[in-house]
């Protein structure tokens, strides 16, 4: 679930030369905009058919986050 996550970000972020690891902060070490974040997580939710709630959005700091709550609903 990690590297598809990562494939995700990396491509909606347009990352270049940055390690992405569960610990990477989405906003202070990937650099993503509230714009970014909002494109993301419209992504994740179109790729696995899923309406994520705004509280847990709020849970989202980090990689780690985003890949926790996916693996929680399978």
């Known amino acids: 679930m990690f590297e598809e996550v990562k494939k995700l ?4 972020l347009r990352l270049k030369d940055v ?3 569960p610990e990477s902060r ?3 070490d990937l650099h993503a905009d509230s714009l970014s ?6 992504t994740i939710e179109e790729e696995y058919n899923i309406q994520i709630p705004d509280e847990e ?7 780690g986050d ?9």
Request: proline content about 0%; glycine content about 4%.
């Open 9 to 12: 970000l990396i491509k909606e």
């Open 19 to 21: 390690e992405v690891t």
């Open 26 to 28: 989405i906003k202070e």
């Open 37 to 42: 974040v909002l494109t993301l997580i419209m």
């Open 57 to 63: 959005l709020m849970k989202f700091n980090t990689v």
């Open 66 to 74: 985003v890949v926790k709550f996916l693996e929680g609903l399978k």
